[in-house]
Protein backbone atom coordinates (compact mmCIF):
# COMPACT_ATOMS: atom_id res chain seq x y z
CA UNK A 1 0.00 0.00 0.00
CA UNK A 2 0.82 3.79 -0.84
CA UNK A 3 1.23 5.70 2.41
CA UNK A 4 -1.25 8.41 2.55
CA UNK A 5 0.86 11.18 3.46
CA UNK A 6 2.81 9.98 -0.07
CA UNK A 7 0.09 12.06 -1.67
CA UNK A 8 1.47 15.93 -0.14
CA UNK A 9 4.52 14.40 -2.47
CA UNK A 10 2.15 14.79 -5.59
CA UNK A 11 3.23 14.15 -8.67
CA UNK A 12 4.75 17.84 -8.90
CA UNK A 13 6.85 15.73 -11.89
CA UNK A 14 4.85 17.75 -14.11
CA UNK A 15 2.99 20.90 -14.06
CA UNK A 16 1.27 21.95 -17.22
CA UNK A 17 0.55 24.99 -16.29
CA UNK A 18 4.39 25.44 -16.87
CA UNK A 19 3.91 25.22 -20.19
CA UNK A 20 1.75 27.30 -21.71
CA UNK A 21 1.36 26.81 -25.76
CA UNK A 22 0.82 22.76 -25.07
CA UNK A 23 -1.15 23.94 -22.43
CA UNK A 24 -3.67 25.74 -25.01
CA UNK A 25 -3.04 23.08 -27.71
CA UNK A 26 -4.11 20.02 -25.20
CA UNK A 27 -6.94 22.10 -24.00
CA UNK A 28 -8.11 22.47 -27.17
CA UNK A 29 -8.16 18.70 -27.86
CA UNK A 30 -10.25 18.58 -24.53
CA UNK A 31 -12.72 20.85 -25.47
CA UNK A 32 -12.97 19.23 -29.30
CA UNK A 33 -13.60 16.40 -27.40
CA UNK A 34 -16.54 17.14 -25.19
CA UNK A 35 -17.85 20.10 -27.91
CA UNK A 36 -17.71 18.53 -31.72
CA UNK A 37 -19.78 21.08 -32.21
CA UNK A 38 -16.76 23.64 -32.26
CA UNK A 39 -14.78 21.58 -34.33
CA UNK A 40 -17.43 21.87 -37.20
CA UNK A 41 -17.57 25.64 -37.05
CA UNK A 42 -13.44 26.49 -36.85
CA UNK A 43 -12.46 23.34 -39.17
CA UNK A 44 -9.43 24.36 -40.94
CA UNK A 45 -9.28 21.39 -42.92
CA UNK A 46 -11.81 19.91 -44.93
CA UNK A 47 -12.82 16.51 -42.66
CA UNK A 48 -10.11 17.00 -40.30
CA UNK A 49 -10.68 17.90 -36.86
CA UNK A 50 -9.13 21.01 -35.21
CA UNK A 51 -7.93 18.98 -32.69
CA UNK A 52 -5.89 16.11 -34.77
CA UNK A 53 -3.69 19.27 -35.64
CA UNK A 54 -3.79 20.62 -32.08
CA UNK A 55 -2.81 16.79 -31.30
CA UNK A 56 0.25 16.70 -33.88
CA UNK A 57 1.33 20.19 -32.73
CA UNK A 58 1.50 19.47 -29.45
CA UNK A 59 3.60 16.01 -29.61
CA UNK A 60 5.96 18.42 -31.63
CA UNK A 61 5.70 20.83 -28.43
CA UNK A 62 5.90 18.13 -25.33
CA UNK A 63 7.35 18.79 -22.91
CA UNK A 64 10.39 16.29 -21.77
CA UNK A 65 8.82 16.11 -18.79
CA UNK A 66 6.08 14.62 -20.00
CA UNK A 67 7.74 12.55 -21.85
CA UNK A 68 9.86 10.56 -19.29
CA UNK A 69 6.06 9.34 -17.69
CA UNK A 70 6.46 5.92 -18.37
CA UNK A 71 3.49 3.86 -19.01
CA UNK A 72 3.30 1.12 -16.82
CA UNK A 73 -0.14 -0.15 -18.82
CA UNK A 74 -0.51 0.71 -22.36
CA UNK A 75 -3.56 0.57 -24.12
CA UNK A 76 -2.36 1.06 -27.27
CA UNK A 77 -0.98 -2.74 -27.00
CA UNK A 78 -4.85 -3.80 -26.16
CA UNK A 79 -6.31 -1.83 -28.92
CA UNK A 80 -3.99 -3.15 -31.68
CA UNK A 81 -6.13 -6.60 -32.48
CA UNK A 82 -9.24 -4.46 -32.82
CA UNK A 83 -7.70 -2.32 -34.67
CA UNK A 84 -6.63 -5.58 -36.92
CA UNK A 85 -9.74 -6.96 -37.11
CA UNK A 86 -11.62 -4.13 -37.70
CA UNK A 87 -8.89 -3.15 -40.84
CA UNK A 88 -9.44 -6.81 -41.98
CA UNK A 89 -12.61 -6.43 -42.79
CA UNK A 90 -12.82 -3.68 -45.04
CA UNK A 91 -12.18 -5.33 -48.48
CA UNK A 92 -15.18 -7.69 -48.22
CA UNK A 93 -18.09 -4.90 -47.32
CA UNK A 94 -20.58 -3.85 -49.84
CA UNK A 95 -22.19 -0.88 -47.97
CA UNK A 96 -20.73 2.32 -46.62
CA UNK A 97 -16.88 1.57 -47.48
CA UNK A 98 -16.24 5.09 -47.75
CA UNK A 99 -17.47 5.87 -44.20
CA UNK A 100 -16.23 2.64 -42.64
CA UNK A 101 -12.41 3.49 -43.92
CA UNK A 102 -12.89 7.05 -42.46
CA UNK A 103 -14.16 5.73 -39.62
CA UNK A 104 -10.99 3.39 -38.68
CA UNK A 105 -8.68 5.72 -39.92
CA UNK A 106 -10.37 8.01 -37.49
CA UNK A 107 -9.64 5.47 -34.37
CA UNK A 108 -5.95 4.57 -35.30
CA UNK A 109 -5.08 8.43 -34.51
CA UNK A 110 -7.24 8.67 -31.21
CA UNK A 111 -6.03 5.61 -30.17
CA UNK A 112 -1.91 5.67 -31.08
CA UNK A 113 -1.40 9.72 -30.94
CA UNK A 114 -4.41 10.73 -28.14
CA UNK A 115 -4.73 7.35 -25.38
CA UNK A 116 -0.95 7.67 -24.79
CA UNK A 117 -1.35 11.74 -24.13
CA UNK A 118 -3.89 11.18 -22.11
CA UNK A 119 -2.51 8.61 -19.88
CA UNK A 120 0.38 10.88 -19.40
CA UNK A 121 -1.65 13.67 -18.60
CA UNK A 122 -4.48 12.86 -16.53
CA UNK A 123 -1.82 10.53 -13.91
CA UNK A 124 -0.75 14.52 -13.01
CA UNK A 125 -2.65 16.24 -10.65
CA UNK A 126 -1.69 19.57 -12.76
CA UNK A 127 -3.21 17.85 -15.76
CA UNK A 128 -5.82 16.57 -14.14
CA UNK A 129 -7.04 19.91 -13.12
CA UNK A 130 -6.44 21.17 -16.55
CA UNK A 131 -9.01 18.40 -18.19
CA UNK A 132 -11.14 19.50 -15.85
CA UNK A 133 -11.31 23.41 -16.81
CA UNK A 134 -10.99 23.11 -20.85
CA UNK A 135 -13.80 20.21 -20.36
CA UNK A 136 -16.57 22.62 -18.54
CA UNK A 137 -15.79 25.55 -21.27
CA UNK A 138 -16.57 22.74 -23.62
CA UNK A 139 -20.14 21.80 -21.55
CA UNK A 140 -20.62 25.53 -21.16
CA UNK A 141 -19.91 25.69 -24.78
CA UNK A 142 -22.77 23.48 -25.14
CA UNK A 143 -25.40 24.56 -22.67
CA UNK A 144 -25.59 28.15 -24.36
CA UNK A 145 -25.97 26.58 -28.00
CA UNK A 146 -28.27 24.41 -26.38
CA UNK A 147 -30.31 26.60 -24.07
CA UNK A 148 -30.64 28.95 -27.50
CA UNK A 149 -32.54 25.74 -28.38
CA UNK A 150 -34.65 25.95 -25.37
CA UNK A 151 -35.83 29.64 -26.33
CA UNK A 152 -35.87 29.15 -30.11
CA UNK A 153 -36.37 25.41 -30.66
CA UNK A 154 -34.46 26.15 -33.79
CA UNK A 155 -32.13 23.28 -33.64
CA UNK A 156 -29.92 24.45 -36.16
CA UNK A 157 -27.33 26.78 -35.05
CA UNK A 158 -25.44 27.16 -38.38
CA UNK A 159 -25.89 26.47 -41.49
CA UNK A 160 -24.68 22.80 -41.87
CA UNK A 161 -24.47 22.21 -37.51
CA UNK A 162 -27.65 20.71 -36.15
CA UNK A 163 -27.68 20.20 -32.17
CA UNK A 164 -29.42 17.58 -30.57
CA UNK A 165 -30.29 16.70 -26.67
CA UNK A 166 -27.29 14.03 -27.31
CA UNK A 167 -24.82 17.00 -27.32
CA UNK A 168 -25.41 18.28 -24.19
CA UNK A 169 -26.06 14.46 -22.85
CA UNK A 170 -22.81 13.55 -23.12
CA UNK A 171 -21.05 16.69 -22.80
CA UNK A 172 -22.99 16.92 -19.10
CA UNK A 173 -22.26 13.14 -18.11
CA UNK A 174 -18.75 13.13 -18.69
CA UNK A 175 -18.08 16.42 -16.87
CA UNK A 176 -20.97 16.77 -14.16
CA UNK A 177 -19.38 14.46 -11.52
CA UNK A 178 -15.77 15.91 -12.35
CA UNK A 179 -17.04 19.66 -11.55
CA UNK A 180 -19.04 18.51 -8.12
CA UNK A 181 -15.79 16.49 -6.71
CA UNK A 182 -14.12 19.13 -7.44
CA UNK A 183 -16.08 22.00 -6.06
CA UNK A 184 -15.81 19.99 -2.47
CA UNK A 185 -11.84 20.11 -3.62
CA UNK A 186 -11.56 23.17 -4.40
CA UNK A 187 -11.57 26.86 -3.25
CA UNK A 188 -11.73 30.53 -4.27
CA UNK A 189 -12.75 31.20 -7.75
CA UNK A 190 -12.40 27.82 -9.39
CA UNK A 191 -15.39 27.03 -6.77
CA UNK A 192 -17.34 29.73 -7.86
CA UNK A 193 -16.81 28.67 -11.60
CA UNK A 194 -17.65 25.11 -10.85
CA UNK A 195 -21.11 25.87 -9.30
CA UNK A 196 -22.18 28.04 -11.93
CA UNK A 197 -21.27 25.88 -14.67
CA UNK A 198 -23.53 23.25 -12.67
CA UNK A 199 -26.35 24.99 -12.28
CA UNK A 200 -26.04 26.35 -16.18
CA UNK A 201 -25.82 22.40 -16.93
CA UNK A 202 -29.05 21.67 -14.57
CA UNK A 203 -30.77 24.55 -16.37
CA UNK A 204 -30.29 23.20 -19.92
CA UNK A 205 -30.20 19.48 -19.18
CA UNK A 206 -33.48 18.99 -17.03
CA UNK A 207 -35.59 20.39 -19.29
CA UNK A 208 -33.94 19.18 -22.26
CA UNK A 209 -35.93 15.71 -22.47
CA UNK A 210 -33.01 13.50 -22.69
CA UNK A 211 -34.33 10.87 -20.65
CA UNK A 212 -30.81 8.86 -20.54
CA UNK A 213 -29.33 11.76 -18.66
CA UNK A 214 -32.40 11.75 -16.22
CA UNK A 215 -31.18 7.99 -15.15
CA UNK A 216 -27.42 8.34 -15.58
CA UNK A 217 -26.74 11.79 -13.66
CA UNK A 218 -28.60 10.81 -10.61
CA UNK A 219 -26.55 6.85 -10.49
CA UNK A 220 -23.66 9.34 -10.83
CA UNK A 221 -24.19 11.58 -7.91
CA UNK A 222 -24.99 8.64 -5.40
CA UNK A 223 -21.35 7.01 -6.79
CA UNK A 224 -19.93 9.82 -5.24
CA UNK A 225 -21.85 10.62 -2.25
CA UNK A 226 -21.02 6.67 -1.57
CA UNK A 227 -17.45 6.14 -2.31
CA UNK A 228 -15.90 9.62 -3.13
CA UNK A 229 -16.77 12.65 -1.42
CA UNK A 230 -16.62 12.96 2.38
CA UNK A 231 -19.63 11.90 4.31
CA UNK A 232 -20.00 14.52 7.02
CA UNK A 233 -19.65 17.44 4.46
CA UNK A 234 -21.82 15.88 1.59
CA UNK A 235 -24.97 15.49 4.43
CA UNK A 236 -24.70 19.49 5.31
CA UNK A 237 -24.33 20.68 1.55
CA UNK A 238 -27.30 18.31 0.31
CA UNK A 239 -29.31 18.95 3.15
CA UNK A 240 -28.24 22.87 1.98
CA UNK A 241 -29.43 22.09 -1.55
CA UNK A 242 -32.25 20.74 -1.23
CA UNK A 243 -34.08 23.57 0.47
CA UNK A 244 -32.57 26.24 -1.78
CA UNK A 245 -34.44 23.78 -4.06
CA UNK A 246 -37.31 23.74 -2.38
CA UNK A 247 -37.18 27.59 -2.24
CA UNK A 248 -36.32 27.77 -5.88
CA UNK A 249 -38.70 25.97 -7.28
CA UNK A 250 -41.85 27.40 -5.23
CA UNK A 251 -40.51 31.16 -6.13
CA UNK A 252 -38.76 30.92 -9.81
CA UNK A 253 -41.22 31.64 -12.77
CA UNK A 254 -40.23 28.47 -15.20
CA UNK A 255 -42.14 31.53 -18.01
CA UNK A 256 -39.40 33.54 -17.46
CA UNK A 257 -36.61 30.69 -18.36
CA UNK A 258 -38.04 29.05 -20.67
CA UNK A 259 -40.78 29.00 -24.05
CA UNK A 260 -44.10 27.86 -23.76
CA UNK A 261 -43.38 25.00 -26.18
CA UNK A 262 -40.25 23.70 -24.40
CA UNK A 263 -42.17 23.03 -20.93
CA UNK A 264 -44.57 21.64 -23.29
CA UNK A 265 -41.99 19.07 -24.98
CA UNK A 266 -40.74 18.81 -21.19
CA UNK A 267 -43.92 17.40 -19.96
CA UNK A 268 -44.21 15.66 -22.81
CA UNK A 269 -40.66 13.74 -22.04
CA UNK A 270 -41.41 13.44 -19.17
CA UNK A 271 -44.81 11.30 -19.74
CA UNK A 272 -42.75 9.04 -22.20
CA UNK A 273 -40.27 8.30 -19.57
CA UNK A 274 -42.84 6.99 -16.97
CA UNK A 275 -44.84 5.16 -19.76
CA UNK A 276 -41.68 4.05 -21.26
CA UNK A 277 -43.77 0.83 -22.83
CA UNK A 278 -45.81 2.68 -25.02
CA UNK A 279 -42.60 4.45 -26.27
CA UNK A 280 -41.97 3.11 -30.29
CA UNK A 281 -38.53 4.45 -29.94
CA UNK A 282 -37.78 2.56 -26.49
CA UNK A 283 -38.96 -1.01 -28.90
CA UNK A 284 -36.58 0.16 -31.78
CA UNK A 285 -34.00 0.51 -29.30
CA UNK A 286 -34.27 -3.35 -27.63
CA UNK A 287 -35.01 -4.23 -31.94
CA UNK A 288 -31.34 -3.84 -32.50
CA UNK A 289 -30.67 -6.67 -30.68
CA UNK A 290 -32.22 -8.58 -33.49
CA UNK A 291 -30.32 -6.69 -35.81
CA UNK A 292 -27.45 -7.30 -34.56
CA UNK A 293 -28.01 -11.23 -34.98
CA UNK A 294 -29.29 -10.54 -38.04
CA UNK A 295 -26.23 -9.56 -38.99
CA UNK A 296 -24.17 -11.95 -37.81
CA UNK A 297 -26.03 -14.38 -39.33
CA UNK A 298 -24.91 -12.68 -42.87
CA UNK A 299 -21.50 -11.53 -41.84
CA UNK A 300 -20.55 -13.64 -38.43
CA UNK A 301 -16.59 -12.92 -38.01
CA UNK A 302 -15.99 -10.22 -39.28
CA UNK A 303 -19.05 -8.05 -38.79
CA UNK A 304 -20.90 -5.29 -41.39
CA UNK A 305 -18.12 -2.81 -41.82
CA UNK A 306 -16.86 -0.54 -39.14
CA UNK A 307 -19.21 2.33 -39.41
CA UNK A 308 -21.74 3.07 -37.73
CA UNK A 309 -23.12 3.60 -40.82
CA UNK A 310 -22.45 0.33 -41.97
CA UNK A 311 -24.97 -0.22 -39.35
CA UNK A 312 -27.24 1.81 -40.18
CA UNK A 313 -27.13 0.69 -43.91
CA UNK A 314 -28.33 -3.06 -43.28
CA UNK A 315 -32.00 -3.28 -43.38
CA UNK A 316 -33.17 -5.20 -40.18
CA UNK A 317 -37.01 -4.85 -41.75
CA UNK A 318 -39.74 -5.07 -39.02
CA UNK A 319 -38.70 -7.29 -36.32
CA UNK A 320 -40.27 -8.63 -33.14
CA UNK A 321 -38.96 -8.29 -29.57
CA UNK A 322 -40.62 -9.37 -26.32
CA UNK A 323 -44.03 -9.32 -28.43
CA UNK A 324 -44.04 -5.71 -29.37
CA UNK A 325 -42.91 -4.74 -33.51
CA UNK A 326 -39.94 -2.54 -33.98
CA UNK A 327 -39.12 -1.43 -37.41
CA UNK A 328 -35.17 -1.64 -37.51
CA UNK A 329 -34.69 -0.84 -41.10
CA UNK A 330 -31.98 1.49 -41.93
CA UNK A 331 -31.43 2.37 -38.43
CA UNK A 332 -28.40 3.43 -36.56
CA UNK A 333 -27.63 1.17 -33.66
CA UNK A 334 -28.59 3.62 -30.72
CA UNK A 335 -26.10 1.49 -28.56
CA UNK A 336 -22.22 1.23 -29.00
CA UNK A 337 -21.92 -2.12 -27.71
CA UNK A 338 -24.81 -3.58 -30.23
CA UNK A 339 -22.87 -1.31 -32.76
CA UNK A 340 -19.22 -2.45 -32.22
CA UNK A 341 -20.83 -6.22 -32.07
CA UNK A 342 -22.67 -5.83 -34.95
CA UNK A 343 -19.95 -3.64 -37.55
CA UNK A 344 -17.03 -5.60 -36.24
CA UNK A 345 -18.27 -9.28 -35.82
CA UNK A 346 -18.16 -11.99 -33.23
CA UNK A 347 -13.94 -11.63 -34.00
CA UNK A 348 -13.61 -7.63 -33.63
CA UNK A 349 -15.97 -8.01 -30.27
CA UNK A 350 -13.79 -10.72 -28.69
CA UNK A 351 -10.93 -8.09 -29.22
CA UNK A 352 -12.88 -5.78 -27.63
CA UNK A 353 -13.95 -7.97 -24.70
CA UNK A 354 -9.68 -8.60 -24.42
CA UNK A 355 -9.40 -4.62 -24.26
CA UNK A 356 -11.92 -4.29 -21.37
CA UNK A 357 -10.59 -7.18 -19.43
CA UNK A 358 -7.25 -5.66 -19.17
CA UNK A 359 -8.95 -2.09 -18.01
CA UNK A 360 -10.68 -4.56 -15.11
CA UNK A 361 -7.07 -5.78 -14.43
CA UNK A 362 -5.67 -2.39 -14.33
CA UNK A 363 -8.54 -1.72 -11.92
CA UNK A 364 -7.66 -4.83 -9.49
CA UNK A 365 -3.72 -3.81 -9.42
CA UNK A 366 -4.77 -0.03 -8.15
CA UNK A 367 -5.22 1.04 -4.11
CA UNK A 368 -8.34 1.65 -3.41
CA UNK A 369 -7.47 4.61 -1.45
CA UNK A 370 -6.18 5.78 -4.72
CA UNK A 371 -9.77 5.21 -6.38
CA UNK A 372 -11.37 7.07 -3.64
CA UNK A 373 -9.22 10.45 -3.51
CA UNK A 374 -11.63 13.13 -4.50
CA UNK A 375 -9.81 14.27 -7.97
CA UNK A 376 -9.48 10.61 -9.24
CA UNK A 377 -12.77 8.86 -8.05
CA UNK A 378 -14.98 11.92 -9.96
CA UNK A 379 -12.70 10.96 -13.26
CA UNK A 380 -14.24 7.41 -12.63
CA UNK A 381 -17.59 8.00 -11.72
CA UNK A 382 -17.52 10.30 -14.93
CA UNK A 383 -16.32 7.62 -17.10
CA UNK A 384 -19.03 4.84 -15.56
CA UNK A 385 -21.61 7.52 -16.62
CA UNK A 386 -20.30 7.68 -20.29
CA UNK A 387 -20.20 4.02 -20.59
CA UNK A 388 -23.76 3.55 -18.88
CA UNK A 389 -24.93 6.56 -21.44
CA UNK A 390 -23.05 4.18 -24.17
CA UNK A 391 -26.35 1.95 -23.88
CA UNK A 392 -28.54 4.50 -25.28
CA UNK A 393 -26.00 6.25 -27.79
CA UNK A 394 -23.67 5.22 -30.78
CA UNK A 395 -20.13 5.70 -30.68
CA UNK A 396 -17.07 3.83 -32.16
CA UNK A 397 -14.24 2.59 -30.23
CA UNK A 398 -12.33 5.42 -30.23
CA UNK A 399 -14.43 6.86 -27.46
CA UNK A 400 -14.69 3.80 -25.63
CA UNK A 401 -10.73 3.47 -25.63
CA UNK A 402 -10.77 7.41 -24.82
CA UNK A 403 -13.11 7.51 -22.21
CA UNK A 404 -11.21 3.96 -20.27
CA UNK A 405 -7.95 5.79 -20.54
CA UNK A 406 -8.70 7.12 -17.49
CA UNK A 407 -7.66 3.71 -15.63
CA UNK A 408 -4.14 3.15 -17.07
CA UNK A 409 -3.20 6.97 -15.65
CA UNK A 410 -4.83 6.35 -12.59
CA UNK A 411 -2.38 3.62 -12.56
CA UNK A 412 0.11 5.66 -13.39
CA UNK A 413 -0.78 7.98 -10.89
CA UNK A 414 0.36 5.31 -8.29
CA UNK A 415 3.22 3.70 -9.28
CA UNK A 416 4.38 7.30 -9.83
CA UNK A 417 4.05 7.65 -6.63
CA UNK A 418 5.31 4.27 -4.98
CA UNK A 419 8.63 5.31 -7.02
CA UNK A 420 8.86 8.71 -5.78
CA UNK A 421 7.76 7.50 -2.11
CA UNK A 422 10.61 4.81 -2.36
CA UNK A 423 13.24 6.79 -4.35
CA UNK A 424 12.89 9.55 -1.51
CA UNK A 425 13.68 6.67 1.08
CA UNK A 426 16.61 5.10 -0.25
CA UNK A 427 18.23 8.80 -0.72
CA UNK A 428 17.18 9.63 2.67
CA UNK A 429 18.89 6.55 3.81
CA UNK A 430 22.16 7.56 2.10
Known sequence: MIDKQS???????????????FAICMGYVWIEQINPLIGHKLQLIPMIPNSAIALILSHFIIPS??????LFSNPVKWALPFLILAAINLPFIDIQQERSIKELIITWFWVIFLIPMMIRLLSTSSGRLHYLIFATIAMLGVCIEYYQVLLTFERNIDEDIFISRHHLTYAGIGVFPIMIGYAFLKKGIIRYFLIVSIVFLLIC????GARSAWLVMPIQLILLFKFVLPVSRTIIIGSFLSVLLIIGVRFIEFDDLYTLDTLAHFETRVRKFYEWQDDNTVWKRFGMIIKAKLILEEYPLLGVGYSNKSFTYFDGGDVLFMGRVAAVRQVDAHNTYINILGTTGILGFLAFLFYTKNIFRVIKKTDRFILKQIDIGSFIVAMIGVLLNMNFLTF???HFAIITAIIPAVYNYQETLRINYFNQKIYSLK
Request: zero cysteines.
Open 396 to 398: GFN
Open 7 to 21: KSRDSKFFNIWEYPF
Open 205 to 208: IIPS
Open 65 to 70: QIKKIY
